[in-house]
Each structure stands twice: as C-alpha cells, then as structure tokens.
C-alpha cells in the first residue's frame, strides 16, 4: 500500500507560481506511474498531468500545458507540480494519484486558491 502527502497549495495571485509536492510511504514508488488531478467547486474531479515511471514521458491537460510541468524524484520518493502563470481557472483542490494496476491511490488533496 502506498500513501501520498500533499504538500505546498496556497493562495497566489493571478500570474503567479506554486510549487506542489505529493510525498510517498513505502519502498516501491518507482514502480508506480504518477498523476495530479483537481477538483473545482461543484464540478467533477478532473486530469491535470501525469508522468511514467521512469520520468521520461509526461502527459497533460490542454488547460495546463505550457504552464505546468510535473516531474518526480524516485530517491525521494517524490513527485512535484510546478504551476506557472497561474489563473482563477486554476482553483482547485489538488490531488495526487498513484497507479500500479489493478491499485490506485489518492492523496488527501492540497487546496490551491488563485486570486483575480
């Protein structure tokens, strides 16, 4: 079983960068391909980026790419989102995912509040 901690969600300014961290348990993390999602108020949880497990290829939302980039440390057990140019579109709670099929894993989310 893997567990996942979010970390680094805040308020910011329209334009502006955070940085998310989503912290591992267990020894196996590089076995496990990776993802962030979020969640808007009233609407349905949805995809933002996700990364294989070597790191070599991302993936991401039409909404966010060239905006964020999603990376992972294995040695730390860790992967981030940097998210740049920020908008109020942006606001959200933000998860991590875990996949090693058939197990997925969630996070507890990380609020991210992006002022006008």
């Known amino acids: 079983q893997v567990q996942l901690v979010e970390s680094g969600g805040g308020l910011v300014q329209a334009g502006g960068s955070l940085r998310l961290s989503c912290a591992a348990s267990?020894?196996?993390?590089?076995?496990?391909?990776m993802g962030w999602f979020r969640q808007a108020p009233g609407k349905e949880r949805e995809f933002v980026a996700a990364i294989t497990r070597s790191g070599l290829s991302t993936y991401y939302a039409d909404s966010v790419k060239g905006r964020f980039t999603i990376s992972r440390d294995n040695a730390k057990s860790t992967v981030y989102l940097q998210m740049n140019s920020l908008k109020p579109e942006d606001t959200a709670v933000y998860y991590c995912?875990?996949?090693?099929?058939?197990?997925?894993?969630w996070g507890q989310g990380t609020q991210v509040t992006v002022s006008s």
């Open positions: 267990g020894r196996t993390f590089s076995s496990y391909a």
């Open positions: 995912n875990a996949v090693l099929s058939p197990w997925n894993y």
